[in-house]
């Protein structure tokens, strides 16, 4: 039998006994370990966007506008002498007859201009204008340029003649039948155009001219009148009944007055 002999260096002895010598030993405390803890923001999560349906736009029924009202144009009137109205049926250019169109029939009578067709006569002075015989033409009459609701123009054609010029150039007018009534009453006259002072003009006749014949009245019988509008003198017959002279003569002029 083979002893093996294990030498023990010793210090190592020594060590072992003043350990137990000592009694046991503590054993080194751990130090603990630091735990690093790393915080890692968290990535924001993109939020997703819901788009929500357009809605479809509601269509609205247009309301109705009510057109603006426009007030109509006042009918405008014929003013002369003593006549206001609209559509008269004889339009005297004398007083005396020479230039007088009746029968007027009216095509229109607007806002703006009438137009009308009639009949006059022209006298013939053979072998006077006195008594030379008398042709009817055909007249033609436009009035024109409303102003202060009234026309101040006219213009009358007949036989290729223009008379044309102020609505003062008419002596007088007058309505007839079959022609509308005027929109502003003629003055009432006791029988033809007031003419004032007592003087009433017949339908052929002026007040200028029936002025004349009642200015130069004398008596029962014949008188002379000069028409302004020709110059001329004209032979009026006259008679008296009840304090009331009555007048005729010229080309188809009458006049009452007052005696």
């Given at each position: 039998?083979?002893?093996?002999?294990?030498?023990?260096?010793?210090?190592?002895?020594?060590?072992?006994?003043?350990?137990?010598a000592c009694?046991?030993?503590?054993?080194?405390?751990?130090?603990?370990?630091?735990?690093?803890?790393?915080?890692?923001?968290?990535?924001?999560?993109?939020?997703?966007?819901?788009?929500?349906?357009?809605?479809?736009?509601?269509?609205?029924?247009?309301?109705?506008?009510?057109?603006?009202?426009?007030?109509?144009?006042?009918?405008?009137?014929?003013?002369?002498?003593?006549?206001?109205?609209?559509?008269?049926?004889?339009?005297?250019?004398?007083?005396?007859?020479?230039?007088?169109?009746?029968g007027i029939?009216?095509?229109?009578?607007?806002?703006?201009?009438?137009?009308?067709?009639?009949?006059?006569?022209?006298?013939?002075?053979?072998?006077?204008?006195?008594?030379?015989?008398?042709?009817?033409?055909?007249?033609?009459?436009?009035?024109?340029?409303?102003?202060?609701?009234?026309?101040?123009?006219?213009?009358?054609?007949?036989?290729?003649?223009?008379?044309?010029?102020?609505?003062?150039?008419?002596?007088?007018?007058?309505?007839?039948?079959?022609?509308?009534?005027?929109?502003?009453?003629?003055?009432?006259?006791?029988?033809?155009?007031?003419?004032?002072?007592?003087?009433?003009?017949?339908?052929?006749?002026?007040?200028?001219?029936?002025?004349?014949?009642?200015?130069?009245?004398?008596?029962?019988?014949?008188?002379?009148?000069?028409?302004?509008?020709?110059?001329?003198?004209?032979?009026?017959?006259?008679?008296?009944?009840?304090?009331?002279?009555?007048?005729?003569?010229?080309?188809?002029?009458?006049?009452?007055?007052?005696?």
């Amino acid at each position: 039998m083979n002893i093996k002999l294990v030498a023990i260096p010793a210090i190592a002895l020594a060590a072992g006994i003043g350990l137990a010598a000592c009694g046991s030993v503590k054993a080194p405390v751990a130090k603990p370990a630091v735990t690093v803890t790393h915080t890692v923001a968290a990535k924001p999560v993109p939020a997703k966007t819901t788009h929500s349906a357009k809605p479809k736009p509601v269509q609205a029924t247009p309301r109705a506008v009510a057109a603006p009202s426009v007030a109509a144009a006042p009918t405008p009137v014929l003013n002369v002498r003593n006549y206001s109205g609209i559509k008269p049926g004889v339009i005297a250019f004398s007083g005396d007859g020479g230039y007088v169109i009746t029968g007027i029939v009216w095509s229109s009578w607007g806002p703006t201009e009438a137009d009308g067709t009639g009949t006059s006569d022209i006298q013939g002075c053979v072998p006077d204008c006195a008594t030379g015989s008398e042709t009817p033409y055909t007249d033609t009459i436009v009035l024109s340029d409303v102003q202060g609701g009234q026309f101040t123009q006219v213009s009358s054609t007949r036989d290729g003649t223009v008379t044309a010029g102020s609505t003062s150039l008419i002596e007088g007018a007058e309505q007839s039948t079959g022609n509308s009534s005027s929109s502003v009453p003629a003055p009432a006259a006791l029988s033809g155009t007031d003419c004032g002072d007592g003087v009433y003009a017949g339908p052929n006749t002026s007040c200028s001219f029936a002025a004349n014949v009642a200015q130069n009245y004398t008596g029962p019988g014949a008188d002379y009148a000069s028409s302004p509008v020709t110059g001329q003198d004209y032979t009026m017959n006259c008679t008296e009944s009840s304090g009331t002279v009555t007048c005729t003569g010229g080309n188809n002029a009458s006049v009452q007055f007052s005696g």
